[in-house]
């Protein structure tokens, strides 16, 4: 499965009053990721034209993109400590103007997983807002980054079938 790791260093800032790292650290984790992977140069064989070109120069010039969900399944408690931890990042499923990433946070030998993410994006039209097709160079370069659904314990499946209302948090 294609993936990229990048490693990010903890501060000890991130630890909340509970001593583990806070809930927020962690969507913050997934976006320096996705960030960092929008910066790799694309290379001779994805834009032969503009190898250095990166998915972030790419999509600037036909729009933005919003975040329009996201999920996090936490696995174990992270406290402070002075080893980076890794996220690693891949594209879980493409759509017509959308797109999604899968994110595993972990220890540098992947054994340690803290949490399981997945976050879908939006590409958008900067002045109005409303959803734009993705480009062919754009669909080209995720799916280079293509890889398995995010193995979390419960499918969205099984959680539409739950008996809970997500949009109220209710049971029914």
């Known amino acids: 499965m294609p993936m990229n790791r990048f490693p990010i260093q903890l501060r000890f800032g991130d630890e909340d009053s509970n001593g583990h790292v806070n809930n927020v650290r962690f969507i913050q984790f997934l976006e320096e990721a996705r960030v960092r992977l929008s910066l790799l140069p694309l290379g001779a064989e994805i834009s032969p034209a503009a190898p250095a070109d990166t998915f972030r120069s790419v999509t600037s010039r036909t729009g933005m993109t919003l975040v ?5 399944e936490y696995r174990a408690p992270l406290v402070y400590r002075q080893e980076p931890v890794w996220v690693e990042v891949w594209v879980t ?3 017509g103007s959308s797109l999604t990433y899968g994110f595993r ?7 340690m ?3 399981l993410a997945e976050s879908t994006l939006v590409m958008a039209d900067a002045q109005t ?6 480009s062919d160079v754009q669909v080209r370069v995720l799916e280079s980054w293509r890889g398995d659904p995010v193995p979390f ?4 499946r099984s959680k539409a079938n739950d008996g809970v209302s997500a949009s109220a948090g209710v049971t029914r």
């Open 68 to 72: 329009a969900h996201q999920e996090i």
């Open 93 to 95: 499923a493409i759509g």
């Open 105 to 111: 946070i972990v220890d540098e030998d992947g054994g």
């Open 113 to 115: 997983v803290y949490a």
């Open 129 to 134: 807002g409303r959803p734009t097709a993705l």
């Open 153 to 156: 314990r419960r499918s969205t």
